[in-house]
């Protein structure tokens, strides 16, 4: 399932379509809503594209909670 978005942007604001989707599905990554592969479906781009890009809306690749790492090393 899906949800429809509409948007009025003002002139004023010079970004486009692609622009958009990349950083709403970075912020989306970055809160851990959504999983690497969809958030690189949802900005039209494949995964290392997308992870190539990340850096410039200041989202780390690395997105795993300190928790979980120290629950793997216990693990180890």
């Keep these: 399932m899906s949800k429809k ?24 990554y970055d809160r851990g809503q959504l999983a690497m592969g969809k ?12 992870m190539e890009r990340l850096g410039k809306y200041g989202v780390s690749v690395f997105n795993y909670p300190a928790t979980d790492l120290e629950q793997d090393l216990r693990n180890a």
């Design 39 to 50: 958030a690189a479906a949802f900005a039209g781009l494949d995964k290392r594209a997308f």
């Design 5 to 28: 978005l509409i948007l009025e942007i003002p002139d004023s604001v010079e970004v486009d379509l692609q622009e958009l989707r990349m950083m709403l599905a970075a912020q989306l």
